[in-house]
């Protein structure tokens, strides 16, 4: 079993910065990729980012260059620092894990103001 708790999410204005953060524990020594969907309002959830233990990193087009994740595995803790965030962007996004199971956090509401 995987827990995940996530933080950093909150109101901010188009243009403006956030870092989300997500800290694993349990049997984190399973844990292979980690990353974050969101969902917005009426929509499905979608991948956002990715990164294998390696460091290997995906991201959605409609986030390149604006967001980055990274991972610290010292710390068990994966982060997505968003940039020139969009009122788009808004939504609940939840940090995963695969151990190899897909385990998710309870999810973190962000919302960009135009």
């Known amino acids: 079993q995987v827990q995940l708790v996530e933080s950093g999410g909150g109101l901010v204005q188009a243009g403006g910065s956030l870092r989300l953060s997500c800290a694993a524990s349990?049997?984190?020594?399973?844990?292979?990729?980690m990353g974050w969907y969101r969902q917005a309002p009426g929509k499905q959830r979608a991948m956002v980012a990715s990164i294998t233990s390696g460091g290997s990193t995906f991201y959605a087009d409609s986030v390149k260059g604006r967001f980055t994740i990274s991972r610290e595995n010292a710390k068990n803790t994966v982060y997505l620092q968003m940039i020139s965030l969009k009122p788009e962007d808004t939504a609940v996004y939840y940090c995963?894990?695969?151990?190899?199971?897909?385990?998710w956090g309870q999810g973190t509401q962000v919302t960009v103001s135009s």
């Open positions: 995963y894990a695969e151990a190899p199971y897909r385990y």
């Open positions: 349990g049997s984190i020594f399973s844990i292979n990729a």
